[in-house]
């Protein structure tokens, strides 16, 4: 339908204009024609030297925004309490209900969190990416290794091929996030768990959380090969997180289990971009041609409390890794930290960069620097252990879309919307 209607357009501009038809219709057909929406294949995106860019070599620097509590709940961000994690709300909610009731009260919210509508206000506000985190629970239902299957007896990847197509119709480039690795990669609660950083263990149990992240891995990498809407796989989000370590074990740990899943990304999908996470200093990562890792990104996060200290850490990290792209891959202007501040940084050091985030729940966030879009004041908060399955499916439904009861912040008119252009 929407090629036929191109067409139609296409060809009212001909006679109009008197172009020729043939001219125009080579164009409308190099998208029309496209799988990948507003996207061909020459918007694949690789690396060139410290510069992302695509297959014609123009450069993009990828401004988004984390699509943050979707896939995975973080409590401070979503509308639920009486649980610490998304790992202790499935914990909760199956003992009460059972699996299946549980995943359709997850499915239930994410339905609603995150919608088409939200796509286009992140269109239409001229990012040009957005940051998915997700976790191993979206596509196993325990934690040995039981896989979602479709409607078609395949592992069930619908939600991120949903995510991706979207964001494809639209012209949003898409990085796919592994915020919770089988085992978890950190002792911070974001990663889904707390105090569970069991994937480094040296141990038979360890290896096979190691098992299941790779499986994982190289089935989204398969799934995705070639999609030039896919910015790039991220591994791990914030790798050795809240570990009370030394910054040499961090080095090391990194390493080990960055080139397990390099080396399985690589073996599925050869092209796309892979980046990898400096929490929380580019000395937590090698250089990459000691490793003989090509096309790949660096990424660091920073909340901290001054432009300064910030400018700095962009600078320190540039010449740690020289011949690397960067990416800040979240951020906010923490405390003393400025939105102005950040933005120059930014662009001086010629960082890529993903807000955190778009949406929020909580008290005050109506007004928070942490959100686009925040929770209007009154909100309802689902009581996991109390409220009765029709409550909680209540209030994880219609009530928490954007539209319906949520408020934009004004900090991308006011801070934001300057630095996207």
């Known amino acids: 339908m929407k090629k036929h209607f191109r067409q139609m357009l296409s060809l009212l501009l001909c006679v109009v204009m008197g172009i020729p038809f043939s001219l125009l219709a080579v164009a409308a057909d190099a998208t029309a024609d496209s799988p990948y929406g507003a996207f061909t294949e020459d918007d ?28 995975i709940w973080e409590d401070w961000l979503s509308p639920y309490e009486q649980a610490t994690d998304h790992y202790n709300a499935f914990e909760v909610l199956t003992e009460r209900f059972g699996v299946e009731k549980t995943y359709d009260l997850m499915n ?24 998915v985190p997700f976790w191993y629970r979206n596509f196993y239902y325990d934690d040995i290794g039981t896989k979602i299957l479709d409607e078609n007896g395949e592992w069930d990847f619908s939600r991120l091929e949903w995510v991706v197509s979207e964001c494809a119709e639209r012209g949003l480039y898409v990085i796919l996030d592994m915020h919770g690795a089988p085992g978890f990669q950190s002792d911070a609660p974001h990663n889904g768990k707390g105090g569970s950083c069991g994937l480094y263990e040296q141990t038979e149990e360890g290896e096979f959380y190691r098992g299941l992240t790779v499986e994982l891995w190289t089935a989204i990498a398969e799934r995705f090969k070639g999609h030039p809407a896919v910015a790039m796989y991220d591994l791990l989000n914030e790798p050795m997180c809240d570990v009370p370590t030394n910054e040499i074990d961090r080095r090391v740990k990194n390493e080990f289990i960055y080139t397990i899943l390099y080396d399985a990304v690589r073996a599925a999908d050869p092209d796309h971009i892979i980046t990898m996470e400096c929490i929380w200093t580019g000395f937590a990562l090698p250089q990459t041609w000691l ?7 660096y990424q660091v996060h920073f909340y901290n409390n001054s432009d300064f200290i910030f400018a700095l850490f962009l ?36 960082y890529s960069w993903m807000l955190w985030t778009y949406k929020a729940a909580g008290h005050m966030m109506w007004e928070s620097d942490w959100c686009l879009y925040g929770s209007r004041d009154g909100f309802e908060r689902a009581k996991l252990e109390t409220d009765s399955y029709e ?31």
């Open 44 to 71: 694949f995106l690789i690396t060139k030297g410290t510069k992302i860019v695509n297959r014609k070599g123009e450069e993009i620097v990828l401004k988004g925004v984390n699509i943050g509590s979707w896939m």
């Open 108 to 131: 239930t919210y994410m339905d609603n969190w995150f919608t088409e509508y939200d796509i286009d206000q992140i269109a239409k506000m001229g990012f040009n990416c957005v940051r």
């Open 291 to 297: 490793k003989g890792w090509t096309n790949v990104v």
């Open 315 to 350: 600078l320190l990290q540039k010449i740690l890794h020289p011949n690397v792209p960067m990416l800040m891959g979240e951020f906010y202007p923490h405390q003393k930290t400025t939105w102005e501040g950040c933005f120059r940084s930014m662009k001086l050091f010629n």
């Open 391 to 421: 409550e909680i499916a209540r209030k994880l439904g219609s009530c928490i879309r954007t539209e319906n009861g949520y408020v934009d912040t004004g900090h991308y008119e006011r801070d934001v919307a300057a630095w996207i252009g």
